[in-house]
């Protein structure tokens, strides 16, 4: 009987330790999908400031363009001014200012539409270098970050190996049959032992809460072999039947 009881706690002991394990592995397995998330941040901030630079781009191209349409306008405007003097007749001359009238209205036009211009890449001027700016200390800090995440991750693993290493050293007090089981038990479970807890109805498993019987309980208190759940199949013990034993 003591002996059963003392090999149970050494068992709960070992899911302890495999519990410490399973939280070391899934932190260490949660660090590179972190990693990803930061350098996703990164590239989206990289593409907000490409995306403002293409902007300024198309509104130096428009800029361009309007200075090219005014350019041509203006020479219009000119050479039909030139040619007032030469016409014949009143009807010709006043076709030509009908039509330098109308240029000029273009012009007016265009010269708003380039300051328009001017002033939206003068705006987007300033907010590309505050957008740099931001983006420059964003990136140092998700650099920083990374840095912090891999750091992180390494002194995990190092956790993790000396934990499995302590699990192994540790198995190896228990006898091979019950480790066996044990391990058995384990494969297809994320625990394997389980405290019997009360409850108004009675007794209860604390793992699926599988309702216990009076039968069940009588058998674990004997400690002659390991009762195991009929609902999830860990192996059951009562908690203060262990602590009894250790006083």
Same mark, same amino acid.
């Given at each position: 009987? +003591?002996? $059963?009881?003392?090999?149970? #706690?050494? *068992?709960?002991?070992?899911?302890?330790?495999?519990? !410490?394990?399973?939280?070391?592995?899934? !932190?260490?397995?949660?660090?590179?999908?972190?990693?990803?998330?930061?350098?996703?941040?990164? =590239?989206?901030?990289?593409?907000?400031?490409?995306?403002?630079?293409?902007?300024?781009?198309?509104?130096?191209?428009?800029?361009?363009? #309007?200075? *090219?349409? $005014?350019?041509?306008?203006?020479?219009?405007?000119?050479?039909?001014?030139?040619?007032?003097?030469?016409?014949? =007749?009143?009807?010709?001359?006043? +076709? *030509? $200012?009908?039509? %330098?009238?109308?240029?000029?209205?273009?012009?007016?036009?265009?010269? =708003? !539409?380039?300051? /328009? *211009?001017?002033?939206?890449?003068?705006?987007?001027?300033?907010?590309?270098? /505050?957008?740099?700016?931001?983006?420059?200390?964003?990136? +140092?800090?998700?650099?920083?970050?990374?840095?912090?995440?891999?750091? @992180?991750?390494?002194?995990?693993?190092?956790?993790? /190996?000396?934990? &499995?290493?302590?699990?192994?050293?540790?198995?190896?007090?228990?006898?091979?049959?019950?480790?066996? %089981?044990?391990? &058995?038990?384990?494969?297809?479970?994320?625990?394997?032992?389980?405290?019997?807890?009360?409850?108004?109805?009675?007794?209860?498993?604390?793992?699926?809460?599988? &309702?216990? =019987?009076?039968?069940? %309980?009588?058998? %674990?208190?004997?400690?002659?072999?390991?009762?195991?759940?009929?609902?999830?199949? @860990?192996?059951?013990?009562?908690? !203060?039947?262990?602590?009894?034993?250790?006083?």
């Amino acid at each position: 009987m +003591a002996e $059963l009881k003392q090999i149970i #706690k050494k *068992l709960v002991t070992l899911q302890k330790y495999d519990e !410490e394990i399973q939280f070391l592995e899934e !932190e260490i397995d949660f660090i590179p999908v972190e990693i990803q998330k930061q350098q996703e941040v990164q =590239t989206q901030k990289q593409q907000e400031v490409e995306k403002e630079k293409e902007e300024i781009k198309n509104l130096q191209i428009q800029l361009k363009n #309007k200075e *090219l349409d $005014l350019q041509t306008i203006e020479q219009q405007i000119k050479k039909h001014t030139q040619e007032l003097n030469t016409v014949k =007749t009143n009807e010709q001359y006043r +076709a *030509l $200012l009908t039509e %330098i009238e109308k240029l000029n209205q273009q012009k007016d036009k265009i010269e =708003t !539409e380039i300051l /328009e *211009l001017m002033d939206k890449q003068d705006v987007l001027k300033k907010q590309i270098a /505050e957008t740099e700016k931001n983006f420059s200390i964003e990136q +140092a800090k998700i650099k920083q970050n990374i840095e912090q995440l891999n750091q @992180r991750k390494q002194e995990l693993e190092k956790q993790l /190996e000396q934990k &499995r290493k302590q699990r192994e050293e540790f198995a190896q007090q228990i006898e091979e049959k019950y480790v066996s %089981i044990y391990e &058995r038990v384990h494969s297809n479970r994320d625990s394997v032992m389980s405290a019997v807890v009360t409850s108004p109805d009675g007794y209860n498993c604390s793992v699926c809460n599988m &309702r216990l =019987t009076d039968q069940e %309980i009588n058998d %674990i208190r004997k400690y002659e072999e390991f009762v195991f759940c009929s609902s999830c199949s @860990r192996i059951l013990y009562i908690e !203060e039947d262990l602590q009894q034993e250790t006083e």
